[in-house]
């Protein structure tokens, strides 16, 4: 009895929550297809067996990362030295426009100077030009380069840490914000390095190399399964143009019966379903790529399942109510290293659920970049926000509060989730940087 009552203070779950109290609560809101048919997959991941849950969280001893601390106390290190030199990078799919600069005293003041500049092509040589030009810069000289987030930046990362180099990113908008008069790549590269010599650039770390594989890993199960919610959404709409009815039967069942009948174009049940035989031919082509999603989506969870132990934070996370292991792997394998954030606001502006609105003078006068961030610990913590209202009653008190003071507002419901949202990251972090057990008391007052 004693380690039952341990597990339960350890993780808080109701022991009976049934799919269709689930259904009852469900919270509508704006999601991606994928996100609303993958509820019912997370809610039955969060509420497994207490025992089991138990089990998962002890197994798990994957420690952080542990880079960031050191990482952040060399790049202190290089901006101590008056003769550093700073890198601002802009970066496109065949080049990237370098510029470097160097503190100077002119006139009793500390300038920027420019000391190179030039746009150097990348593609077909894997970088080996963009690492000839830098040298005189970077080996054997305190150095601090800086490039945008984009789409192409693992390779450059790889360059620089093979050579111990010192390379951080930058956000996004930081040049979009700059409303400069006039603007091409080199002043966005100058204006780069210029905001990084003065310290007033906002910038973070990219995970190393040999971690980097591990959110890698994690990521396709949630877009494979979005993309087959896509392909189920096509079917039941497709039913209801032809038939002017809702599918009767589920699309798993389809699934099953088209496998067993060897996608037979004529079996007389998928006649009964689509009588036209043009229209059957879409229909089996759309459960056979159902099927084959099935079947990747089960081989990449394996995989995860056997790695999960190697996974950041997974035990701490697995012990908060409404997060499973999907959310817990994703979560763990997204932060890498908590120290990487300085803070909670840079954490929770991270996972896109910081306040993007421009206000003067009481008045809206337009939004910043609501993008900027991970999708992906977006989604989990949102996800995470909407199943921890079901079963922890501070969270349903929180969401409640939340929705009366936006219910005179579009999007009420997206709003107060999102703020819930926006209080387990801020928890989540509190809870990993102090190593302290999440605390629904001090999460949700």
């Known amino acids: 009895m004693e380690n039952n009552s341990t597990i339960e203070q350890l993780i808080p779950f109701a022991k009976n929550a049934g799919s269709e109290a689930v259904e009852e609560t469900f919270v509508q809101r704006e999601a991606r297809p994928g996100d609303t048919v993958m509820t019912d997959e997370l809610v039955h991941d969060s509420v497994m067996n207490l025992a089991e849950r138990a089990a998962e969280a002890a197994a798990c001893k994957a420690v952080p990362f542990n880079f960031a601390q050191e990482a952040w106390s060399i790049i202190d290190a290089q901006r101590c030295d008056p003769d550093c030199y700073y890198i601002g990078m802009d970066l496109h799919s065949d080049n990237v426009v370098v510029t470097v600069i160097q503190s100077r005293f002119e006139r009793g003041q500390l300038v920027g100077k420019r000391v190179y500049k030039k746009r150097i092509t990348t593609i077909n040589d894997g970088g080996a030009t963009l690492v000839k030009e830098l040298e005189p810069f970077c080996s054997g000289h305190t150095h601090l380069a800086c490039v945008e987030s984009t789409y192409n930046i693992y390779f450059v990362f790889d360059l620089f840490e093979e050579r111990g180099w010192n390379i951080v990113i930058a956000d996004p908008c930081a040049v979009s ?249 801020r928890g989540i972090y509190a809870a990993l940087s102090t190593g302290e057990v999440f605390d629904p008391r001090k999460c949700f007052g």
């Open 177 to 425: 914000q700059a409303r400069l008069k006039a603007s091409n790549d080199f002043t966005d590269a100058e204006y780069l390095a210029e905001r990084l010599r003065t310290n007033s650039l906002h910038v973070s770390l990219i995970l190393p190399h040999d971690t980097r594989g591990v959110p890698d890993m994690v990521r396709p199960p949630g877009v494979l399964v979005q993309d087959r919610a896509r392909q189920k959404i096509i079917i039941t709409n497709m039913y209801a143009n032809h038939r002017g009815l809702r599918l009767p039967a589920r699309i798993d069942k389809l699934v099953e019966l088209g496998k067993e009948q060897g996608w037979n174009l004529d079996d007389p049940e998928l006649t009964a379903v689509l009588p036209d035989r043009l229209a059957r031919v879409k229909l089996v082509s759309l459960l056979q790529m159902v099927a084959y999603t099935d079947q990747v989506i089960e081989f990449v969870s394996g995989e995860i399942k056997k790695r999960c132990k190697e996974i950041p934070y997974t035990a701490a996370l697995l012990k908060i109510t409404g997060i499973g292991p999907v959310l817990a792997t994703t979560i763990g394998s997204e932060i890498g290293d908590i120290a990487r954030f300085q803070n909670s606001k840079n954490f929770v502006s991270y996972c896109r659920l910081a306040p993007t609105s421009r206000l003067s003078n009481g008045k809206k006068k337009g939004e910043s970049n609501a993008k900027n961030g991970n999708a992906y610990l977006s989604w989990a913590m949102t996800e995470a926000a909407n199943i921890m209202m079901r079963y922890e009653p501070r969270a349903k008190k929180a969401y409640e509060r939340s929705l009366k003071k936006h219910q005179h507002v579009a999007y009420g419901r997206v709003i107060a989730l999102r703020s819930l949202a926006a209080r387990i990251a």
